[in-house]
């Protein structure tokens, strides 16, 4: 793997949340749709069946409920998870391309996961066949991971995030 592959990843996860962003954006709108919000012909809030779908508003309510779980669902994925992920991805990505973190990440409200960055970054260099070469990218770049993590945590003079 290389750093190429990290880059593939990084485009991967862009792609991945603007395809959740759209799935969320069709659930909301199915769901102001049955809650009639979005028809035109109804008062925002009026008791009604709803004209789309021609069932009773007891099902609608129920449809609403499961239409509006699974928006918060994609929701929680896309900023939870997936941004987790993206960060990791962009970090290991700066280390590997051979950027400082406050080139990276110059403010942050919260430390990253730096532990997953760590485990992209050694599965993601090239080691080469040479032994003696292998150990020596392994341990550098072992070393150069300690000063940057140390400096991702805010360690140096200037914590690099509110700690309020």
Not at 18 to 42: D, V
Request: proline share 4%.
């Amino acid at each position: 793997m290389s750093v190429a592959t990290l880059k593939y990843s990084l485009k991967a996860n862009a792609f991945e949340a603007q395809q959740l962003r759209a799935a969320e954006q069709k659930a909301l709108g199915f769901h102001r749709t049955i809650m009639g919000i979005a028809s035109l012909k109804h008062q925002v809030g009026e008791a009604r069946p709803n004209p789309v779908l021609n069932v009773p508003d007891e099902a609608d309510e129920k449809l609403s409920e499961e239409v509006l779980n699974r928006y918060q669902n994609l929701r929680h994925r896309r900023t939870h998870a997936l941004r987790k992920k993206a960060r990791a991805t962009y970090l290991a990505y700066g280390f590997l391309r051979g950027y400082e973190y406050s080139d990276i990440e110059y403010y942050a409200h919260e430390a990253p996961d730096l532990d997953r960055v760590e485990r992209i970054i050694f599965d993601n260099i090239e080691i080469p066949t040479d032994v003696e070469a292998a150990r020596t990218i392994i341990h550098d770049t072992k070393q150069r991971w300690e000063r940057w993590r140390q400096f991702a945590l805010g360690v140096e003079d200037e914590p690099m995030r509110k700690t309020a």
